[in-house]
Every structure is written in C-alpha cells, then in structure tokens.
C-alpha cells in the first residue's frame, strides 16, 4: 500500500473508501449494485468501534488495493481512523485501528477458522494506534505504514503480540528525533469482542516511546514503565496518546520516575531474561589435578557452533537449556573453577542480575555478540538447572551454567555494584569462591 502524497493528496487515489459501515452508502464505486454482504469479522470490528464512536458512521478508511488473499503484500485489509475528542483524552487525536489480523471472511481465504467463538480469531487480536491530532485536516499516513510492517511481522513470523511487549524499530517514526520504539499495551476504550462471530479477539495499542524509555522496559518492565507514561499528559496521559512532537521522555518529564523504575525492578524484579554481552569464559584448571574434567572439551569446541547463534531467540533458548537442556547431544560438562572475562559495560549489568533476576528466583543469560560463548547466572531456586552446591559450574558445549548461592548474593552484589563508579582502572579483577570475574578494557581480548 504506497500512501505517499500524490497531486497534493493526503493519500493515494482509490485508497480511502466507504467499505460498507453506513448501509445507504455503497461501498466502492459500485454505484448500480447493491452492496456486497459486510464480512462478519469485519463486522465485529465496526460495532466494536461504533460503540466508542456511535456518532462517526462512516469514518475515514484505508482499504488495500490488492487484498493479501488475492496476492497483495500488506496483510491489512483495511485501517479505520476515527477523530477523538472525548472528555477523557488528554489530546485530541486520531484513532487507527486494523482489519485483518483476525478472520474477517470465515471462509479460510487467510486465516484458519475458529474452533468455537471463544476461540482466537485469527491472531486474537488488532492493533490499535493513537496520534495527537493538531492541525491537520486528514491523518497523517505514517501510522498505516508501521502498522502493515508490524502486521507483516506477524504474518511471516507467526509471532503474536502481548501487552507488555517492546518492539524495537529501525525506521523513523513520522518526523520525531526523539520517539524511537513502541510499546505494547491493551486499549483502554475498545473493549475485547467475546465470543465473537468468527472467533474472540482484543485491540493491542501501539505506542511510541524513546530510547531511555525502552531501556527502562528491558530492565523492568512494559507494564511498569507504561504505567509511569499513563501518569502524565506530557508522555501521553492515560490513553497514551502519542504525540509526535514530544521532545523528552517521561524521566526529563518527572525525574522521579527514574526511582520508580529502580524501586519497580527491586520489588517486581526484571523482565530482561538476557543481553547481548562481550563475555567469554574459560576452565581454570591451574590448581586441579582433575584430567577427566577436560575429556570432551574438543568435542564441545567443534559441537557449540551452533549452540547460541540467534541472539533474537535468547529468550527461548535460556529457558529451553534451564528446562532440560539444548539439543544436538553435547554432553554436560562441570568444571570446578571458571574464569571470566568481560567488558565494563556487560559488567554494569551484574548489579541489574542480582536485584532484578536472581533475588525474585530467574535466570540471567549473558551472550557473547564475537562468538557462540554465553554465561547463565542462576541461584538454587531456579528450576531445572544441572547445577548444585557441590557441582556449582555445568558446562554444555560453550554455555555455561553458573550458581550463586542465595546466601552469597549479598556478597556477590556488594562486589559488582563497585564497577558503576568512576575512574575503574581496568582490567579489574573480581575474587568468587570457586570463579573469579576480570573485567577489560579492550574487547578484542574476549574475541580469541
């Protein structure tokens, strides 16, 4: 769908029609047939709007020229944009909302049918979008482009969406400098259809947010961090309103959001499973007389390759080794002291590992960005470790498994917390019982 600006038109020719909402009104062009019946999903998603907005019959609508199921490369097949004015906005805005990532035909053309009308309809949901509307007349086309990608994302990955989720984005967001990512959360006005007529679904809003925002979500979480956004008009207020023009994120906003976020991550602990880190590790084997340790070692070395190869599949691959290991047969390994090896920056992270993951029973996972080399931080509540007291380190080809002792944590974090001082004389070395932590200056030393 090009929706670039055309002879001075806000969108292309052909792409804004009346798709059916008012009945007097024909659909199209077809001014001598009767209307075609109205797709029931999409009909769902109509009266679901038309009780937030009964007075809005024929709101503006962006309808794909080549449908998705006729060969077409973006998945929507419709996005309905609505004006808010409400007493509860914040803003006045526009309101996007899809159609088509759920079943909007019933007849199989690009979802499977629902197994019952509880069901998920399609992907279960729509996304929703809403713009701080100014000046203009029609609606900017930006959002309808973010909204197609995001919907081929889903489309080609079969990945769906939940409240709470982050997505980073690479593009430009409209014109904004500052508002870089979005954030996934329900929409407060339009409430879930269930059981609807194909099946039930839920509309997930999209919101623009900036980066120190998305860091805020990684370290803690999206529920959290859009909770402070609700709190203030300036980042969106309780609709979450984007406005493209905002120039500072809420922490500039309200510095006392950045205390809410530590407090947040110490009470609820830390959604951020992982990192992409500069880190390696290796066996210290100086003071052991242990020869079997090392028997399948080259057998590790040549099997690990692809052990941790997809850094956008962390998530799944640290809780698919915590729960009974990786596949591939490497067998497990357990060295009796490790050495390890990082730069400042993945160091500054072990505080974040101890108060947001290991205090609250999760795992941490550090994976190497130079090779296929990743370190587990766990404590004995984690389930479905190969770890111990007696047999603290497991290794599985270059993954490595490391326990600590709720009983140490104290320890362990009063030592990691002194590396987010100034003027760190590198390399510094950190003394464990059983593994030592050196951290470096220069990264090229963690690539051999």
């Not at 593009?171 to 400098?177: I, K, R, V, Y």
């Not at 023009?245 to 951020?272: C, D, H, M, Q, Y």
């Not at 067998?331 to 993951?357: F, I």
Request: contains cysteine; hydrophobic residues 35%; proline residues 8%.
């Amino acid at each position: 769908m090009d929706l670039s600006p055309k002879n001075g038109q806000p969108f292309p020719p052909g792409s804004v029609q009346n798709t059916g909402h008012n009945p007097n009104v024909p659909p199209g062009n077809h001014h001598h047939q009767p209307p075609p019946p109205i797709a029931p999903g999409f009909q769902a998603i109509v009266c679901a709007c038309q009780k937030l907005y009964p007075e809005q019959k024929n709101p503006l609508q962006l309808s794909t020229i080549v449908k998705y199921w006729l060969g077409g490369t973006d998945p929507l097949d419709y996005i309905t944009v609505y004006s808010n004015n409400q007493e509860d906005s914040c803003y006045p805005h526009w309101h996007y909302v899809t159609c088509g990532l759920t079943d909007l035909h019933g007849d199989g053309r690009v979802h499977p049918p629902a197994a019952s009308p509880i069901a998920s309809s399609g992907y279960g949901f729509e996304l929703t979008f809403r713009l701080r509307r100014r000046e203009e007349l029609v609606p900017p086309s930006w959002p309808v482009k973010v909204m197609q990608k995001i919907a081929k994302y889903v489309f080609e990955t079969d990945n769906s969406l939940v409240p709470g989720d982050h997505i980073t984005w690479a593009d430009s967001l409209g014109a904004s400098t500052v508002l870089k990512h979005l954030l996934v959360s329900e929409d407060s006005q339009l409430l879930p259809v269930t059981p609807g007529p194909l099946g039930s679904f839920r509309f997930l809003q999209l919101t623009c947010c900036t980066e120190s925002e998305l860091k805020a979500v990684q370290r803690w979480n999206g529920p959290g961090v859009l909770r402070l956004l609700q709190s203030s008009d300036l980042t969106g207020g309780s609709l979450l309103i984007t406005d493209i023009e905002r120039s500072s994120s809420i922490f500039e906003a309200l510095p006392e959001a950045i205390s809410s976020v530590e407090s947040g991550i110490a009470k609820e602990g830390s959604n951020l499973c992982g990192m992409a880190a500069f880190i390696t590790w290796v066996e210290d084997i100086k003071d052991e007389n242990n020869p079997g340790q090392n028997e399948d070692s080259n057998d590790n070395q040549i099997n690990s390759r692809n052990a941790l190869t997809d850094w956008n599949d962390l998530s799944s691959q640290c809780d698919k080794v915590i729960n009974g290991g990786l596949s591939g047969g490497k067998s497990m390994t357990y060295p009796k002291r490790v050495e390890l090896a990082c730069n400042l920056e993945t160091a500054r992270y072990l505080p974040l590992c101890v108060l947001g993951r290991l205090k609250h029973g999760y795992h941490f996972t550090l994976k190497s960005v130079v090779k296929d080399t990743a370190v587990t931080f766990v404590t004995e509540k984690v389930g479905g470790t190969h770890v111990s007291a007696d047999q603290p380190f497991a290794a599985q080809g270059d993954w490595l498994q490391l326990l600590i002792q709720s009983s140490d944590l104290e320890n362990f974090y009063s030592k990691v917390s002194c590396l987010d001082g100034d003027n760190i004389n590198l390399p510094f070395k950190l003394h464990f019982p059983r593994f030592t932590i050196t951290v470096v200056q220069d990264v090229e030393q963690l690539k051999s």
